[in-house]
């Protein structure tokens, strides 16, 4: 069973940061794109980055681009968000994601066949 489990989530003040992980377990990630989802309180679930395989290449929203960086380490099949210059507007659940799908689909969220259940971060001012 494919399993993706987000931790990290929690409270913090405007200007913090936050470092999101995701481990994934019950099948070969071999090859495949993994990233970050976001869903704020009645907003519509939207895009915040991605990274390939080999982590070389790496694809973010402008909302976040310059504050969030993601990573990974392939041998412990885990993902990484590093959040720093937080804002209260992050707020939101936080779902990790991974396929194996090209660069050029990787905002778009049904795409993606594994998810995690969420994390929760929240930013206050």
């Known amino acids: 069973q494919v399993q993706l489990v987000e931790s990290g989530g929690g409270l913090v003040q405007a200007g913090g940061s936050l470092r999101l992980s995701c481990a994934c377990s019950?099948?070969?990630?071999?090859?495949?794109?993994m990233g970050w989802f976001r869903q704020a309180p009645g907003k519509e679930r939207e895009f915040v980055a991605a990274?390939?395989?080999?982590?070389?290449?790496?694809y973010y929203a402008d909302s976040v681009k310059g504050r969030f960086t993601i990573s990974r380490d392939n041998a412990k099949n885990t993902v990484f968000l590093q959040m720093n210059s937080l804002k209260p507007e992050d707020t939101a659940v936080y779902y990790c994601?991974?396929?194996?799908?090209?660069?050029?689909?990787?905002?778009?969220?049904?795409?993606?066949?594994?998810w995690g259940q969420g994390t929760q971060v929240t930013v206050s001012s």
């Open positions: 019950g099948r070969t990630f071999s090859g495949f794109a």
């Open positions: 990274i390939s395989w080999s982590g070389g290449s790496t």
């Open positions: 994601v991974a396929d194996k799908i090209p660069a050029g689909i990787w905002s778009i969220e049904y795409e993606y066949d594994y």
